[in-house]
Nanobody
Framework: VQLQASGGGLVQAGGSLRLSCATS????????VGWFRQAPGKEREGVSC????????YYASSVKGRFTISRDSAKNTVYLQMNSLKPEDTAVYYC??????????????????????WGQGTQVTVSS
C-alpha cells in the first residue's frame, strides 16, 4: 500500500493550495483518509480526515472554515483544499489511510495512531 502526497509549495499568506493523496495498485474506497502535518519542533497533528463513504469529516479547529477535504473514488484520490493560508500552516503535510469500511462515529476519526499507511509528505510553506 503506497500513498503519494503532492501539491505542496510556497505561497503567500491568504493564498490557496490543493493537496492530493493518490494511490496505485489498490482502491482507497474502504479506507478513511487523513491529512496530518508536522511543523519543525512540533508534534504531528491531525488536520482533516474523511471516512470511507465521505459522509463524515473532521477538521482541526485551527483550519475549520478554511480547509476542505474531499475524495474522488473514480480517481482514487483524496484532496485537501487549503484556502486563506496563514504562516502558521507551514509544515510538512502527510496523507495516511486507515482501513475503516464502516465508521460508527463513536470514536475519534483523526488520531494518527489509527492510520496504518502513510505517504512521504509534501512541504507547505506560507510566507507572511
Amino acid at each position: 500500500v503506497q500513498l503519494q502526497a503532492s501539491g505542496g509549495g510556497l505561497v503567500q499568506a491568504g493564498g490557496s493550495l490543493r493537496l492530493s493523496c493518490a494511490t496505485s495498485g489498490f482502491s482507497l474506497d474502504p479506507y478513511a483518509v487523513g491529512w496530518f502535518r508536522q511543523a519543525p519542533g512540533k508534534e504531528r497533528e491531525g488536520v482533516s480526515c474523511v471516512t470511507s463513504s465521505g459522509g463524515s469529516t473532521y477538521y482541526a479547529s485551527s483550519v475549520k472554515g478554511r480547509f476542505t477535504i474531499s475524495r474522488d473514488s473514480a480517481k482514487n484520490t483524496v484532496y485537501l483544499q487549503m484556502n486563506s493560508l496563514k504562516p502558521e500552516d507551514t509544515a510538512v503535510y502527510y496523507c495516511a489511510a486507515w482501513r475503516l469500511p464502516y465508521y460508527s462515529g463513536t470514536y475519534p476519526l483523526c488520531q494518527s495512531a489509527e492510520y496504518d499507511y502513510w505517504g512521504q509528505g509534501t512541504q507547505v510553506t506560507v510566507s507572511s
